[in-house]
């Protein structure tokens, strides 16, 4: 089965990128034509002509599927970036990492008003990021359809901090 290939090919790196964290490394599935495209497919069957508009996508690993989920359903990107990265005018969230805090940013001008939106990142783990990054979409004036992720950490509960929203993953540890 699919999703047992994809979730066999993920490599576990201990003490990365600091001590007690256990990294999902999903190199070895980009690195595979088939994995990729597999993995890529999982979302694209899932979401074409269900009237998605965009396709946002978080930095960086989010960028990777979630542009190839793009360019299958015909729609356009948007990248929602750390801080300082984007050119144009821009909204911005801050939200609590494990230590410290982070910014995203994205475009003001970056969706429709009431555009549907499909969010796209690599992995769930607490749900900060995805959290922040919604908050940028509805800033932004558009709807997100659908939180999706290829790789969730479930005992890490960030579900629940993503409880207003439908949210999808296809591998679950
Ligand atoms: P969070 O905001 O806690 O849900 O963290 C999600 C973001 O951090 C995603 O963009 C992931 O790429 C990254 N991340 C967090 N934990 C891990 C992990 N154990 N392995 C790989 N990436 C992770």
């Known amino acids: 089965m699919t999703v047992d290939r994809l979730k066999a090919a993920i490599r576990d790196v201990p003490d990365f990128p600091k001590p007690g964290i256990l990294f999902k490394d999903i190199t070895p599935i980009l690195g595979d034509p088939d994995l990729f495209r597999e993995a890529v497919n999982i979302f694209v069957d899932r979401h074409r002509d269900r009237g998605i508009g965009k396709v946002a996508v978080i930095d960086a690993r989010g960028f990777i ?90 005992f890490l509960q960030g579900r629940h901090k993503l409880r207003d929203y439908s949210v999808y993953s296809a591998i679950k540890f």
């Open 65 to 154: 599927f979630g542009a190839a989920i793009a360019y299958q359903l015909g729609v356009g990107i948007v990248p929602i970036r750390k801080k300082g990265k984007l050119p144009y005018r821009t909204h911005e969230e801050s939200y609590e990492l494990e230590y410290g805090a982070a910014t995203l940013a994205v475009h003001v001008d970056a969706f429709r008003p009431g555009e549907r939106v499909l969010l796209v990142d690599d992995l769930l783990a607490t749900g900060g990021t995805a959290l922040a990054s919604a908050n940028l979409i509805r800033r932004a004036q558009a709807t997100v359809a659908e939180i999706d992720f290829l790789i969730e950490l479930e």
